[in-house]
């Protein structure tokens, strides 16, 4: 997914009419409800999308294999746009491309052009085997074994693997599976074709919700893999190849927190202009706007401008933005969830009802803070590896921003937003100095400050360059980033104060003195017009 994007605009165009087509024909409201309640992988529904009519999934596979190309930035769209469709097919065909990134970033050319070509042509159904029932995401605490098979000439001519993976999406359909087992010179992605003898999978699991996916473990007994199916041909490369791919697969689900908080947060505003209490419709009530639509929109929209940014630095960066991964995974899918959650509270009673749908986006999205890394998981990424940095740099990294903030129009709240950096910093170096970090919730409280802050940044950009796109005005982004950096500002303030009170033996003074820095008061000036800005856009 690295490199600059060769998809042209109509290609993409075309793409998403695809879904949008889909969407009326194959996959109405009452089909996606009926999947939901039989809680069955709909094969011949997938097998369709795979198929040569429509070819879905070759948007993720690069041009020399038969694919269309698409770079990060296509690609974080049109998950969006399937997430907003419907989480379990969506899911269903992010572990198509979480199984063949292994391919991808690890595989030898000969494997790539076997097996990523195959993928394209023949739209194979794809599982990524990695999870354990003891490991989680943990992938270093991996138990499954690859054990070498010698010919008479202790050449090695392939590997039999034993072991037990858990929660593995597509695992008792796929046509191909890519599975982490642990070699004598360390952790190795195997190829694996679906019906080997040796793999076994499991029953199907009864999920809380994207019940339509398919989910279940996978046994491995005495499971033989011919040498020519370890990707890169070289033992030992599985940890950096899964990290690689983490980079990439966590801002895929981000977009799919983005597209299922979208997904409510639409819902939610048509049920406002339809609902009729004490008077009016709902969308005339601050009580409802306020409070149930705009917290959520300015929060799925700063979720937009981080995705967007990512994606842009994949297309045209080749580096690792693990981090970055993490930052957008942890935000979009929390801001994702609360919407889902308030989405069942806007509709009242009738939330809570199958048939309106909004409980089923709750349950669907719910899974996104889990799978591909918890959010914890993603806290403790991005609070471990923003203080290194930060360190490393003597406060270098975020000085940098504060710096690129302050040079924002004042309309974005970038100079404020700059204030609030410049006091992230003292807290990261003075919570190291002090010996606070030792403390995982010390960890946590610095994440939350690091990701509203980071999230923060890229909004405001994205307000001082955009005239406004399709969806809202520059007045709109500009309001929203406003109040976005308000909520940064106060994650930054309530966090901190957290910290320096309540995280060591005795109050930290040093650290009191940088809180009372920031402009929050200033920041919150002009805050209810700004709110009434972007409800009367939301439902106009």
Known sequence: MTGQSKMDPET???????IAKLERERIPLETRL???????????????????????????????????????????????RMARMDLAIATSFLAICLGMDPIRVGGTPEQKAKYITRIAEEGLIVAYGVTEPDAGSNVQALKTKAERVLDDGGQITGYRLNGQKQFITNGGVADLYTILADTPEGPSFFVVEGGAKGLVPGKHEDKHGIRASDTCPLTLEDLFVPVENLLGGVEGQGLKQANQVFGYTRLMVATFGLGGGMASLERAIRYSKERIQFGGPLCEKQGYTHRLLVPHA?????????????GRRLDTVDEDLQVEGSIAKYFATEAGDAMANDGIQAFGGYGYIREYEVEKIKRDVKILTIYEGTSEIQRSIISMFRMRETVRSKGGFYERMAARALELPVSTGGPQLSDALKVLNELILGARKAKLTRHQIVMFLLADMITWCEVAFALCRKAAEDSGDRRYSKDYLEAAARLFVCEALETVYTKGLRLSQGAGDEPLPALM???SAL????????MLRDMDLVAAELVA
Do not use: K, N
Not at 519 to 526: F, H, N, R
């Open 12 to 18: 993409l165009s075309m793409v998403m009419e695809t």
């Open 34 to 80: 009926a999947l939901d309640q039989a809680g069955e992988f709909p094969m011949d529904l997938i097998r369709f999308m795979l198929g040569p009519d429509v070819a879905l999934h070759l948007i993720f596979i690069p041009e020399e294999y038969g694919g269309l190309g698409a770079g990060a930035t296509e690609i974080a769209l049109v998950s969006e």
């Open 298 to 310: 300015v929060q799925l929209e700063a979720a937009r401008a981080y995705i967007e940014w990512v």
């Open 513 to 515: 003195g940088a809180l």
């Open 519 to 526: 402009p929050l008061a200033e920041c919150l000036q002009g």
